[in-house]
C-alpha cells in the first residue's frame, strides 16, 4: 500500500541562508545599491529586510486575452505573501499568447522557458510563483523553474466561461472546427457564424474544453506544482482568488521548507501525470511538453510510456472535445481531485506536491457528477486515450488520438495526396474539383519543429471543400505538425524525424498506399525500403534562410518532437553556478 504522509524535510532554513541575503543582507558596497534602490522605490527596509523574496514571474500582456485576469492576480498572490511575512516582486515575462503569436507560439516555448530561468538566476529571489496557463506558458514557466530549481509554485490562469450562440453551448477550438466544416458545407449561415464569433470567448481565463491549456494545468497540478484543485478553478470564479493568495501564502513556507522542483517532481509524479493525461483524453500536446519538462528535472520518459499508460487507464472524464461538457462543469464535478481521487488506485500517491502529497490532496474528495466523471464501468473509453504508432514512414515514432477519430480511419489504407507547404494544401482543399475521395490519406510535411518552424499546430488538416459538401467530416491525415489540443480527427502527428531533416516522410508521393493500423500500432507506406532511401537522398527540403537571429539559434538547437523539441543545450537537470555579485 502506498504511503499518503509527507516525508519530513530534516530542517527549516535559517535567515542567513536566503539566496536574496546575498543582495541584501551584506555590508558591502553593492548591497548599499541593492537597499537604496528599493527605497528608491518606495520601500521602507522593514518591507523587504530579513524577508524571503518572492518573485511573481507574470506572463501578463495587453495580447495574452486568456490573462486578462492576471493583474488582478498579482495583487492577490502579493496579498498572500505579505501575509506569510515575505517581499513581493513581479518580475513580467514574454506574455506568448496562444492566438495572436505566429507563426507558432511553440516557436517560443523554449525562449520562455530560457527567459524564466534567467529571470530568476539574475535576480535577488527565494523563491517564484509562475503566472500562467495559455498553452505553452505552463510547460515553458515550468520548465525553466524546473532549471533554476528554487522553492516554485505554479499558478494556473484557469478556464473561461462556456461559450454559447443560439441557445447551444460552445466549446473553445472544438466548436470552431466544427461549426466551420459546416459554414463551407453551406450548413449554417454567415449571421450564425458571426453570432458564435461574440459568443464564444465571454470572459478571461483560458481554453474551457479539454484543449492544451486544462490538459497542461492539469498535468501541472498532478506533477505537485500547483496547490490541490487550483488548475479546474474558473478564472472568473471568487475561488479563483482564494487560491492565488493561498499560493502567495504556500511560496514562502515553501522556500523556509526549501521544497523546490527537484524535491517534488520524480518518476512517480510522471507516471501520475501519464494516468491523468489519458483519463481526461488529454491534449496530444502533452506529449511534447511533458517530455521536455521530465528531462529538464532528469527524470526519464519515452514517447512509449504514452501508450503503455493509455492500455491501462480508462477515459473517465466526459469533456469536449472528446466528450460533451466543459471545464466549468469539470470544477462543479469535483475537478481535478475527484478525478484522482476515482482513479487513487493507480496513482503514486505518495507523491509530492508543494503541499504535501497526492494522496493528502484527494483525502476528501469527492465526484459529484457521473456524467462528467465517469465511473470507470461507464468510461467514454476504456482505454487506449492515445496511441503511438512506429514505421517506415515515423522510425521515431507519430501520435493519433483514437477517441476523436471516426472508428472506420482506424485501420485503414488509401492513396496518398501530398502537400508541402500550408499554403499549397490551402489552395487544393478548397479546389472543387480537386481528385479526392473520402479513402484518401492527406499529407502534410514541412510543418515540423525545424520545418514549420516550431510544429505549428497544422494537424487537423481541413477536409476538401468538395467532401464536407457530400458530408464527409474525417479522413486519414497524417503530418510532422501537432494540432491544437481543441482539435478532432483521425489525424497522425509529430511524425519523427520531420521531412525537414529528411525524415522518410519526405518520400511520401502522391497515389502511394498507406496503411494505418491502430491495433498494431503501425503505420506503413507500401513503398520499398530502397525506393525510400532514394526518394528520400533526391528530396530537397524548401529552403528556410534564417541568418540571424533567434530562428537561426532555434533551428540549430531544437530537437524532434518524440524527445520534447526542447533545445539541445537546456536539457538536463546540472546546476548552474549562482551569479557574481561585485
Ligand atoms: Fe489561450 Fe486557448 S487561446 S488557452
Not at 527565494?126 to 522553492?151: E, F, H, R
Not at 522556500?255 to 496530444?284: F, Q, Y
Not at 518520400?507 to 498494431?520: C, K, L, M, Q, Y
Request: with cysteine; proline share 6%.
Amino acid at each position: 500500500m502506498a504511503k499518503t504522509t509527507t516525508e519530513e524535510k530534516p530542517s527549516r532554513k535559517s535567515l542567513s541562508e536566503l539566496r536574496s541575503q546575498r543582495w541584501f543582507g551584506a555590508t558591502d558596497l553593492r548591497s548599499f545599491g541593492h537597499r537604496s534602490r528599493m527605497m528608491q522605490m518606495g520601500y521602507a527596509l522593514d518591507d523587504f529586510m530579513g524577508k524571503p523574496v518572492i518573485g511573481i514571474i507574470n506572463t501578463w500582456s495587453d495580447l495574452a486575452q486568456c490573462h486578462t485576469h492576471f493583474p488582478e492576480r498579482v495583487k492577490d498572490i502579493k496579498r498572500g505573501i505579505w501575509q506569510a511575512g515575505a517581499f513581493p516582486v513581479e518580475l513580467p515575462a514574454l506574455s506568448l499568447s496562444e492566438q495572436y503569436v505566429k507563426p507558432t507560439s511553440m516557436l517560443y516555448r523554449n525562449l520562455l522557458a530560457l527567459e524564466v530561468e534567467e529571470l530568476i538566476r539574475s535576480h535577488p529571489v527565494d523563491g517564484v510563483v509562475l503566472m500562467g496557463g495559455c498553452d505553452k506558458t505552463t510547460p515553458a514557466t515550468i520548465m525553466g523553474g524546473i532549471s533554476m530549481n528554487l522553492p516554485m509554485i505554479f499558478m494556473p490562469a484557469g478556464p473561461m466561461m462556456r461559450g454559447h450562440f443560439g441557445g447551444r453551448i460552445l466549446g473553445s477550438g472544438s466548436d470552431v472546427w466544427k461549426y466551420y466544416a459546416e459554414k463551407e458545407a453551406g450548413t449554417i449561415t454567415e449571421k450564425q457564424w458571426n453570432d458564435m464569433e461574440a459568443g464564444i470567448a465571454r470572459s478571461a481565463g483560458t481554453c474551457m474544453t479539454m484543449g492544451t491549456a486544462s490538459t497542461m494545468t492539469s498535468i501541472a497540478e498532478v506533477l505537485g506544482f500547483s496547490l490541490p484543485g487550483s488548475s479546474s478553478i474558473p478564472a472568473g470564479d471568487a475561488a479563483h482568488s482564494r487560491m492565488a493568495t493561498a499560493s502567495g501564502r504556500r511560496i514562502v513556507e515553501m522556500v523556509w521548507e526549501d521544497l523546490k522542483p527537484s524535491d517534488i517532481m520524480d518518476r512517480r509524479s510522471v507516471e501520475n501525470a501519464l494516468v491523468i493525461h489519458n483519463a481526461l483524453a488529454g491534449s496530444t500536446n502533452a506529449m511534447v511538453h511533458l517530455t521536455a519538462m521530465a528531462k529538464r528535472g532528469g527524470v526519464e520518459i519515452k514517447l512509449t510510456d504514452f501508450d503503455d499508460f493509455a492500455q491501462k487507464v480508462p477515459v473517465i472524464c466526459n469533456l469536449r472535445p472528446s466528450g460533451q461538457w466543459l471545464m466549468e462543469d469539470f470544477f462543479i464535478a469535483g475537478g481535478i481531485r475527484a478525478l484522482m481521487k476515482r482513479l487513487e488506485h493507480l496513482l503514486h500517491l505518495d507523491a509530492r506536491t508543494v503541499a504535501g502529497t497526492i494522496g493528502e490532496g484527494i483525502a476528501d474528495a469527492e465526484v459529484y457528477d457521473d456524467d462528467v466523471i465517469r465511473p470507470l464501468d461507464k468510461a467514454i473509453a476504456a482505454s487506449g486515450g492515445t496511441a503511438i504508432l512506429y514505421g517506415n514512414i515515423a522510425p521515431d515514432g507519430c501520435v493519433i488520438k483514437p477517441p476523436a477519430a471516426e472508428a472506420r480511419l482506424l485501420n485503414h489504407t488509401g492513396p496518398a495526396i501530398v502537400f508541402d507547404s500550408y499554403d499549397e494544401m490551402t489552395k487544393a482543399v478548397n479546389d472543387l474539383d480537386l481528385d479526392v475521395t473520402k479513402d484518401h490519406v492527406m499529407v502534410l510535411r514541412n510543418a515540423g519543429p525545424i520545418g514549420g518552424p516550431g510544429m505549428p499546430e497544422w494537424g487537423m488538416l481541413p477536409i476538401p471543400k468538395k467532401l464536407l459538401k457530400e458530408g464527409v467530416r474525417d479522413m486519414l491525415r497524417i503530418s510532422d505538425a501537432r494540432m491544437s489540443g481543441t482539435s478532432y480527427g483521425a489525424c497522425i502527428l509529430h511524425v519523427s524525424p520531420e521531412a525537414a531533416i529528411r525524415g522518410p516522410l519526405a518520400a511520401v508521393r502522391n497515389g502511394d498506399e498507406i496503411t494505418v493500423d491502430v491495433s498494431r500500432r503501425s503505420i506503413h507506406l507500401h513503398v520499398s525500403d530502397e525506393e525510400i532511401a532514394r526518394r528520400v537522398k533526391e528530396w530537397t527540403p524548401p529552403p528556410r534562410n534564417y541568418p540571424r537571429g533567434y530562428y537561426r539559434m532555434f533551428a540549430r538547437h531544437v530537437k524532434q518532437a518524440h524527445e520534447g523539441c526542447d533545445f539541445d543545450y537546456l536539457e538536463g537537470a546540472e546546476g548552474i553556478p549562482e551569479p557574481e555579485i561585485h
